[in-house]
């Protein structure tokens, strides 16, 4: 089976702009979640999706937010992107408890 | 905020020698989980183990849980140049709300293994 996949693998954007961040869950997973993980430090959560509701929210600004589509993918979009957002964006999926990650989109904004 | 501190934050050892990591967390949790990180990229899965669980086994991986100091050991035996990589534990903070299962994370433990 395959695992979480996540789209693109890289981008590089200018501050200000928009990105949109995708991804696939493992193949019956309903559960979707984003975290955020900048050079040095643990993952830091943003969003859970489950069955396209809201699970939970981290404490991140507005510019962030995410949708679940019914067959379960996820989008994670950024607006008016800061320098300080550039980081390595995960996306997991889970059936119960375990938390599956995909490889990861590493975000540049110059 | 971070939940769990790993320690130590860096760790280098020869191959065959065994590795222990050791995470402290601060709220009450539902399980623990350890994650291995290669070199910035996904996280991959290694173990879980439950509150109501003191010692979990898998492969050459020994993982140990004392809620009432609210702590975890993550031992490596053997340790292979492959197991380089960064070691995260991380909690599910017995957070509920909502049915939420977010995680939170330590800064992690950078291991490096001599050939």
Partial sequence: DAGVTQSPTHLIKTRGQHVTLRCSPISGHKSVSWYQQVLGQGPQFIFQYYEKEERGRGNFPDRFSARQFPNYSSELNVNALLLGDSALYLCASSLVQTQYFGPGTRLLVL | SQQGEEDPQALSIQEGENATMNCSYKTSINNLQWYRQNSGRGLV?????????????????????????????????????ADTASYFCATDAGDTQGGSEKLVFGKGTKLTVNP
Avoid: C, F, Q
């Fill in chain 2, 45 to 81: 899965h290694l173990i879980l183990i439950r509150s109501n669980e003191r010692e979990k086994h898998s492969g050459r991986l020994r993982v140990t849980l004392d809620t009432s100091k609210k702590s975890s050991s993550l031992l490596i035996t053997a340790s292979r140049a």
